[in-house]
């Protein structure tokens, strides 16, 4: 039986409920192209270990994984209340105090996030997931709000808190992000996502303090705020900005409305594709599996469609991080992408790629796409440098495996997360090595049991000129 190749990539998070050597190494084989770690949640002993579980797996499957460290943000959550919750009726009125070491039972409530030096009169709050609604009306002192409660119900301990018109630019990296930041340049992350950013400037910061240490990270820019999404072009300069997208769905809800969460969901993944970024779509992808082995008709409806409009990636959360079924989300996340790949095409983009690495990139992936197809060949090799070329290829959505090959571990390992590719270490202008990768996939399988395949070829000639590539070649390759 030919093994299929999964052009959408899936990445998992990681945590208590699959927190061994065995149950990562099981995510991998069932499919799993990348692993979220939630600086959220964890110390930094539980960090390393998952890192090492994870590259350890990694090699012994022979298959590249990236993983993705995932700053917490100005996430706000509420402190510890008084037997864990509070229940609230409408027209009560809170008081949020960041100075409050200890809940006694009332209505004067710790927060974690000192709100009173960002805040004003008539912004809306929302508490626990948007289940009470509020609003401030007063700032009582240097540490402490008040906001009125506009429905009944029970709010629970470090539950969050979405602040949607309120600007919280300028401080979207913590104290304890930065911490973070420092721990894991000097550990194997291959992406660091970014969250809460508000501008194209909020990846510039980060840019240059990962450069400042030396770190190759790519950047991953979360997409959940109000002022993220307030126009085109501001989403638009952010995915310019940035190396990926994440669709960060949950809190985007709260910050700008439901309804709004799917347009905005289409219209990046779209400008992923014109400029040659990553893109993965997060959030309640399957959060039914979370208590159930089976996800809903809606969640399979929703990764279909993900894999319709051309994702890189989907994304699992809770369902692997706390789940009760986290391999089996795996395995169903895997057969919606599987099917729908093999029986409806991803949709087209009403626009040419425009990676920033020039017209000469551009032409040269789209013509080795579209030479690709037109002779049915069994897959595309790309020999990159710095992942450029992989990624260009990739924004193109070719209907068959992207074979790429890379001198860099860290780049290969940043493409596993990229559409269609399955990635490789060695010499990409060793025809020598290329031509044995082909046999040896011939020979697993991985490119069908055949004796011959067709394959397209493109690299550039001049080694060690990132952004060289002006190559394009078919070869017959036989076992």
């Not at 009125?93 to 805040?119: I, M």
């Not at 044995?436 to 996939?441: P, R, S, Y």
Request: hydrophobic share 40%; aromatic share 4%.
């Amino acid at each position: 039986m030919v093994k299929k190749f999964k052009r959408t990539k899936i990445l998992a998070t990681i945590g208590p409920a699959v927190s061994s050597p065995e149950k990562i190494e099981e995510l991998i084989q069932l499919g799993v192209n990348g692993c979220r770690l939630n600086m959220a949640h964890g110390d930094y002993p539980e960090y390393d270990r998952h890192i090492d579980w994870i590259r350890t797996a990694s090699k012994k499957l022979d298959r590249q994984v990236a993983i993705v460290q995932d700053l917490q943000g100005p996430k706000i959550r509420l402190g510890m209340l008084k037997n864990t919750k509070l229940e609230v009726k409408t027209g009560d009125e809170l008081v949020l105090d960041s100075s409050l070491k200890e809940h006694t039972g009332n209505l004067r409530l710790p927060v974690q996030y000192n709100l009173a030096e960002k805040v004003k009169i008539g912004e809306p709050l929302y508490i626990f997931d948007g289940k009470i609604q509020t609003e401030v009306t007063e700032v009582v002192n240097k540490t402490a709000i008040k906001v009125k409660v506009k429905n009944d119900g029970v709010i629970m301990s470090n539950k969050g808190i979405n602040l949607p018109d309120t600007d919280f630019s300028g401080d979207v990296l913590t104290d304890k992000d930065i911490a973070d930041i420092e721990f894991g340049v000097s550990r194997d992350f291959d992406y660091v996502a970014l969250s809460f950013i508000q501008s194209a400037e909020d990846i510039d910061n980060l840019r240059q303090i990962l450069l400042s240490y030396g770190s190759d990270a790519q950047i991953i820019a979360k997409i959940e705020t109000k002022a993220a999404v307030k126009s085109d072009k501001q989403l638009e300069d952010i995915v310019k900005a940035t190396d990926g997208i994440m669709v960060a769905r949950g809190d985007m809800a709260f910050e700008v409305s439901a309804e709004v969460v799917p347009i905005v969901q289409k219209k990046l993944v779209a400008l992923c594709r014109k400029h040659g970024k990553l893109c993965i779509v997060a959030t309640q992808m399957m959060s039914s599996m979370v208590d159930n082995p089976e996800p809903t008709r809606a969640e399979v409806n929703d990764i279909a469609t993900a894999v319709i409009q051309g994702a890189d990636v989907v994304m699992l959360s809770e369902e692997s991080a706390v789940g009760e079924y986290p391999l089996e989300a795996v395995q169903s996340m895997r057969n919606v992408i599987i099917y729908t790949q093999d029986n409806y095409p991803v949709d087209p983009i009403p626009t040419d790629v425009v990676s920033s690495n020039g017209e000469t990139l551009n032409a040269i992936s789209e013509a080795a796409v579209g030479l690709a197809e037109k002779l049915d060949v069994d897959a595309i090799i790309a020999g990159t440098t710095t992942g450029i070329t992989a990624a260009t290829v990739a924004a193109n959505r070719p209907n068959l495996p992207i074979i790429s090959v890379t001198d860099s571990p860290r780049v290969a390992q940043q493409l596993a997360l990229m559409y269609a590719n399955v990635s490789y270490i060695g010499d990409n202008y060793d025809d020598d090595y290329i031509f044995g990768l082909v046999k040896d996939m011939l020979g697993t399988g991985r490119l069908g049991y055949k004796t011959e395949v067709l394959v397209v070829i493109v690299r550039g000639q001049q080694k060690g000129i990132p952004g060289g590539t002006d190559t394009i070649e078919v070869r017959k390759i036989s076992r």
